[in-house]
């Protein structure tokens, strides 16, 4: 493709470990070689004159900002890197990644929903969960915020749109994280602007077009922290509506753990039980946001003069009095009223747990 560097083609699939572990026992003629890093015919972008023709009508410019903005190469997500929410883990391994991966066992009534939705309070993974998708599945991740599509491109929202799928099918597998996607989709229509109708519609043309095709493999992941805003047609498109819910004691003691492995800390189990026990509520981020204020504990003990001389390893290790002291500046960001909300949103359209 004249212009398109490269080194942006398929960049993800070789970096992805390859710690999924198959539904059946490869045998000798079926080594799976092409699940981890070996390119199978049909299954990305292909030629490069291949990749000119689908781009065929797309400004180029748009496709060099789709790549370096939305078309997301970093570290790789784990499972495991996701505390908690083992309903949605495993319903997401089994309805989309695995089919991902492949297509060729995943037809007829097994076949993929084309589009999911992961609903429930800010801070509790659903973009973690976006991006684990795309790197369990090798697939391509493009993350976008509905929101940005109204303010940031202004009047070329609609084109925006095409020109996001059309390259995500360059480089299928491919994974479109939509967050906010309650003010794409919403279903106040009549107070809606001219231009934001003509995204929406884009937006339904492409999500019913997604994978539709014999070789597509394209998902789409809406996210959306007010699951209420959506319309009829929003919800027949995300066929899969799982709740995302606020971290359990167990998986909050388990992000604590894992935030405070890569510190200083001289906090016991005991206490990281204890921190754990007194924040019911706190979401994901609110827990990151919580570690990130007990870490700097230490470094407020220290005086301004003090400051130029300290070695590193004279700043004390964080302790229980720094989360003591961090848990009456960090609180829970969600309140009873919105959790009640989900569940009865979920009660209603969501897949259960
Ligand atoms: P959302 O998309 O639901 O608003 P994010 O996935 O962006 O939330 O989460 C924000 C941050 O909060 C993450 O980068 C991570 O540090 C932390 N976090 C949230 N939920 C979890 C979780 N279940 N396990 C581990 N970390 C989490």
């Not at 009534?109 to 992961?118: E, N, T």
């Not at 070695?311 to 003591?324: G, L, N, S």
Request: glycine share 8%.
């Amino acid at each position: 493709a004249a212009g398109v560097p490269k080194r942006s083609l398929g960049t993800r699939r070789g970096g992805v470990n390859g710690k999924f572990v198959p539904p059946i026992k490869p045998t000798e003629e079926d080594d799976f070689g092409g699940m981890f890093g070996v390119k199978q015919p049909g299954m990305e972008g292909g030629n490069e004159e291949e990749i000119d023709e689908r781009l065929k009508n797309i400004d180029p410019k748009m496709i060099e900002t789709i790549r370096n903005e939305i078309m997301d190469i970093g570290a790789p997500v784990e499972w495991d890197d996701i505390a908690g929410l083992e309903f949605a883990k495993t319903t997401i391994q089994e309805i989309v990644v695995w089919p991902l991966l492949r297509p060729d066992i995943f037809t007829g009534l097994r076949k993929p929903p084309k589009g999911l939705l992961l609903f429930g309070p800010p801070g509790t993974g659903k973009t973690l969960i976006g991006k684990c998708i795309a790197s369990q599945s090798q697939s391509t991740f493009f993350s976008i915020s509905a929101s940005s599509l109204t303010s940031k491109w202004i009047g070329d929202g609609e084109k925006m749109v095409r020109a996001l799928f059309a390259v995500a099918k360059v480089h299928q597998p491919a994974v479109v994280f939509i967050d906010e996607i309650d003010s794409l989709l919403t279903q106040r229509s009549d107070t809606e602007h001219e231009s934001s109708r003509r995204i929406k519609t884009e937006f339904l043309v492409q999500l019913d077009g997604a994978g539709t095709g014999e070789e597509e493999r394209i998902l789409v992941v809406g996210a959306t922290n007010r699951p209420q805003e959506l319309d009829e047609a929003a919800r027949r498109r995300l066929v899969k509506r799982l709740y995302i819910p606020l971290p359990e004691f167990s998986a909050r003691k388990q992000i604590v753990e894992r935030l405070m492995s890569n510190e200083r800390s001289a906090l016991t189990n005991e206490q990281i039980d204890e921190v754990a026990s007194l924040t019911d509520g706190y979401s994901g981020a609110d827990m990151k946001n919580l570690c990130q204020e007990a870490s700097l504990g230490p470094i407020r003990s220290i005086s301004f003069s003090a400051m130029h001389q300290i070695t590193a390893d004279q700043v004390r290790p964080i302790a229980m009095e720094d989360f003591k002291s961090a848990l009456q500046r960090v609180r829970a960001s969600v309140s009873n009223k919105d959790l009640d909300a989900y569940v009865q949103w979920d009660k209603t359209y969501g897949m259960g747990g």
